[in-house]
């Protein structure tokens, strides 16, 4: 009986528990990051691009993200313009590189783009760490 009971209370206790975990994991519409908040956004008509062509919206973000590592690895800092820099290089690849490219050449740049970015990411966390900018 009184393990019953012992039981019956930890579940009251985990459930409730769970339930203030479940509360906190509500989404806000703040969109705001949590550093470099004047980070440069994404261009309009990337965010407006078709559904059926959001493959090649995750390639340009996939080559922003790629320079972005770099730049921080080749200057060894982690400054918000250095993190965040401006879209033109990641558009400009994308267009003369991939925008003419098959559906199956667009998803293996990602993919290489994707391994880049996160190769260098093991270079430019602790510079950004450091600078608190992670």
Avoid: F, H
């Avoid at 260098?120 to 966390?125: D, I, K």
């Amino acid at each position: 009986m009184m393990r019953v009971v012992a039981t019956a209370g930890l579940l009251v206790v985990l459930g409730a528990t769970a339930g203030v975990a479940e509360r906190n994991l509500i989404p806000t519409l703040d969109n705001r990051p949590d550093v470099c908040p004047d980070q440069p956004p994404e261009p309009e008509w990337m965010q407006n691009i078709d559904v059926r062509e959001s493959y090649k919206r995750l390639l340009i973000q996939q080559i922003y993200r790629a320079e972005s590592m770099k730049r921080i690895v080749d200057a060894q800092s982690c400054d918000c313009p250095i993190r965040y820099p401006t879209w033109e290089v990641a558009v400009r690849v994308y267009t003369e590189r991939y925008a003419s490219s098959e559906y199956w050449d667009v998803i293996e740049a990602t993919s290489a783009y994707r391994r880049q970015a996160n190769e260098l990411r093991r270079a430019a966390m602790p510079i950004c760490e450091a600078a608190r900018n992670w």
